[in-house]
């Protein structure tokens, strides 16, 4: 539980990008990724070669108000420093929020056990240059109320194979939802998500699945049904991913933040 | 006070835009326009040449959550048609949000009884994606309470020409600010303005001048002696456009909106 293995610091960031341009996290053959753009940033700013690792990968076009990623250095660099140069170097559509020196036993992916995300919903009949690639647009209405109900079945421990893209099976298809809050505001309904984790797609799927209900008239208890199915094609279309927002990741307590850039 | 003059039936749109990547309002002999955006959309669904007039011109970079412009047409199109087809042409930076056939009598610029404006500053020591061309950012801490007071004391009829860039011989500098209210959500101060009309750059030269106070560690009572001067040069700077959306125009509640698309 040292500072450091051999000479290495371990430096933790919270990071925001607009993932619109981006072809999600992760290193790919094609397209640019927003981790080779954070990894390019520190290499200029380190003048090492570094690899990062974030709490989770986001899809294409997800956005991010509160990524965490980790990484480590042989050289210290003042935490304001590393915030500002970085902010300095990344593209418009990436930025860091704040940096922390961490223990060596700080990982942003393991070390986490919640991550929050939210979904935002336009509903107007037309469309409005704010919102473009920001959230999700419909054309019709929907009740908060109608959401609220729907996605409050949905908390708790539970099966979710319904609202998954790929089964992992090391992993499996259970997680644990702490809170799902629907807020809202004018047009705009904000759909807030707490679990310990999420499967993949699973929130754009349980999204897409209210709305498509709402379209059925559905009565809300249907997704107990479809929860109940533990089948993916018992679920409905899957959200668009500019409506995503990771927000948070929370972290065990006990796990050492020395020190922070603000 | 019919509802054309001659074969011709006047139309109102409330509309929306992203001003980033605009040169102001008004047709100009370089950049894009917003208002030639507006004319040229208006004309292929009309398949009439034709000119609009908005409540006021916005300047490049000033962005519109409710602008209302007003033109003629000879021939009836139904309303919710002209806001869907519009939207189908207009580049996604700007968008109609509703129509209104409306009395010959009304006119977009003089009968509009008061404006309001929002100024919205973004308040981190880092930048964040999400602000980017939509907030003045600062990168130094400021209270809503200190921009709260200051701006107390511009309420009412006054003579703002500290306050102004352009001054007008036809209608003087003399305005009446009727409200201004500062709201703060987090890292964002929002700053909401109604006045019955601005000076050219009268709010953002407000903002620029209250942040310089604030910098210059001033009592905000200060704010009185800058508007007894009477001339530009006892203000502040210029806050930069992109901070400035215009809200909404009230307009006379004797005039007849015939019917709305929505």
């Not at 902010?87 to 986490?112: C, M, Q, T, W």
């Not at 559905?218 to 409506?243: M, N, Q």
Request: proline share 3%; charged share 25%; net charge positive.
């Amino acid at each position: 539980m040292g500072r450091g293995k051999g000479s290495l610091s371990r430096y933790a960031l919270l990071v925001q990008y607009d993932g619109t341009l981006f072809n999600g996290w992760q290193l790919q053959d094609k397209g640019r990724t927003i981790q080779d753009e954070f990894e390019k940033a520190i290499a200029v700013i380190s003048r090492e070669s570094v690899r990062i690792t974030a709490s989770g990968r986001t899809d294409a076009g997800v956005h991010a108000l509160g990524q965490v990623i980790h990484f480590d250095l042989k050289d210290e660099i003042p935490l304001k420093k590393i915030c500002l140069s970085i902010n300095g170097i990344l593209p418009k559509e990436l930025s860091v929020r704040n940096a922390y020196k961490v223990g060596y036993d700080f990982h942003s992916r393991f070390s986490a056990i919640q991550r929050e995300y939210i979904y935002l919903i336009y509903r107007y009949p037309l469309r409005t240059p704010f919102m473009q690639n920001k959230a999700m647009w419909i054309n019709h209405p929907i009740e908060a109320d109608y959401i609220r109900e729907v996605t409050s079945y949905l908390v708790g421990q539970k099966d979710f194979a319904s609202f998954c893209k790929k089964i992992s099976k090391e992993y499996g298809t259970e997680r644990k939802i702490e809170s799902i809050d629907v807020i809202e505001h004018d047009d705009l309904i904000k759909i807030r998500f707490r679990a310990n984790a999420f499967l993949h797609n699973m929130i754009r799927i349980i999204v897409g699945t209210t709305i498509q209900m709402y379209r059925e008239n559905r009565d809300p208890v249907y997704i107990k049904k479809i929860l109940d199915e533990k089948d993916r094609t018992a679920g409905g279309f899957t959200a668009p991913p500019c409506g995503l927002y990771l927000n948070k990741v929370i972290y065990n307590p006990s796990l050492n933040f020395y020190e922070s850039a603000f």
